[in-house]
């Protein structure tokens, strides 16, 4: 079994001392930043004028342009979105780093798909938590974390591993599990696991599910809490215990369903398209294409999520969970 970092696996914390700068103040920037200040690091924030930055001086940081950031760090955190970091990077980041200096990211894309060539003199690593950055900073201010991969593409210091583990500690992922990887193997399995079956994957089956109840003649409310709202609750048990777990709490006749039917929807056809949307990742062609729709103003990506938000699940879904104070509503 490969090595799981826990908390004692990380003795010395290579951040102290150190400015760590977290550019981008969304989904994982605010997170790593009020996780890492929590710990006791020193952070600033480096953002562009607007409402991450108003969030991020709101939350008591010091904010800055990135530039400036980048020019006051020693570690260099980069959760600016995939698609802007290439522009951001040399334009802002990389005239400002210096010998010693860390830059680091929460996801490989850039490096690995050579948008980024970072200098020789920085040591270059990624930290990438397992979910959503929203949630990397709710479950560590309840006591727990999201678990997370750490990779080291260069060490120019020597230290590049224990700075990358320290960091990882001082976002909290190691209260919970931190495994090694590499940039390849991060960068393909990440953006696989988000196609093929926690986001495109499971929103294309969940409508699927919806759209064949309604158009058989049943209540969009019933089809709804059918498909999506019991979907958390079978997710949880999968994630407590497995499938086993999951099926022991199920009935009989749904245990013997998911067997007989379960395989009729996920074909080896679903499986042979997985493989060709891997092949895609691997090849680069996806990469490729997200970056060639950035250049052209994101208009399919626009068009696609202005589709998508007009679906029917998700203004029946807006209507009931309107009634349902007991889930969460905020990010
Ligand atoms: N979302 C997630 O949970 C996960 C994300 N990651 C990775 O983390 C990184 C960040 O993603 P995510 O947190 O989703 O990003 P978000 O879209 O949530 O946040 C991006 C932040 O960057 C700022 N920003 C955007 N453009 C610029 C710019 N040109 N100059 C300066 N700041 C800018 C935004 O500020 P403004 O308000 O001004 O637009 C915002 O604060 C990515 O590499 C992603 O792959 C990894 C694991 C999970
Ligand atoms: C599953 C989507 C993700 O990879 C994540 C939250 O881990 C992302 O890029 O946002
Ligand atoms: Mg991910
Ligand atoms: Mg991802």
Redesign the pocket.
């Known amino acids: 079994m490969t090595k799981v970092y826990y908390e004692d696996a990380v003795t010395t914390n290579e951040l102290e001392g150190k400015t760590i700068a977290i550019l981008g103040y969304g989904s994982q920037g605010h997170a790593h930043a009020q996780n890492l200040r929590d710990n006791g690091n020193q952070v600033i924030i480096g953002v562009r004028k607007g409402k991450s930055a108003d969030a991020a001086s709101k939350d008591g940081f010091d904010v800055y342009p990135v530039f400036e950031a980048t020019k006051k760090a020693d570690i260099v955190m980069v959760l600016a979105p995939d698609e802007v970091q290439g522009k951001l990077y040399q334009e802002e980041i990389e005239p400002n780093l210096v010998d010693g200096n860390a830059l680091v990211f929460a996801?490989g894309f850039n490096i690995h798909f050579d948008v980024i060539v970072p200098p020789k003199n920085v040591d270059v690593f990624l930290v990438a938590p397992k979910g959503p950055g929203h949630l990397v900073r709710r479950t560590f201010v309840e006591g727990f974390a999201v678990p997370a991969l750490f990779a080291v593409y260069q060490d120019a210091t020597g230290k590049a591993r224990e700075v990358a583990l320290s960091y990882a500690k001082g976002i909290g992922a190691t209260r919970v599990g931190v495994l090694e990887t590499t940039f390849k193997e991060e960068t393909e399995t990440?953006?696989f696991?988000?196609q093929a079956v926690l986001c495109g994957g499971t929103t294309h089956l969940v409508q699927a599910g919806f759209e064949t109840l309604v158009e058989a003649g049943y209540q969009p409310e019933i089809a709804y809490f059918e498909v999506l709202h019991e979907l958390k609750l079978i997710v949880d048990l999968m994630y407590e215990g497995g499938m086993e777990k999951m099926r022991y709490s199920i009935s009989n006749t749904a245990e013997y369903g998911d067997y007989v039917s379960g395989p009729r929807i996920v074909t080896s056809e679903t499986k042979a398209h997985m493989k060709e949307v891997l092949a895609d990742i691997q090849s680069g062609k996806f990469a490729k294409d997200f970056v060639a729709d950035n250049a052209n103003g994101f208009k399919e990506f626009h068009r696609m999520r202005e589709e998508q938000k007009g679906h029917q699940i998700e203004k029946v879904g807006a209507e009931l969970r309107a009634m349902m104070p007991f889930v969460k509503k905020d990010a």
Do not use: Y
């Open positions: 996801h990440d953006l696991g988000e």
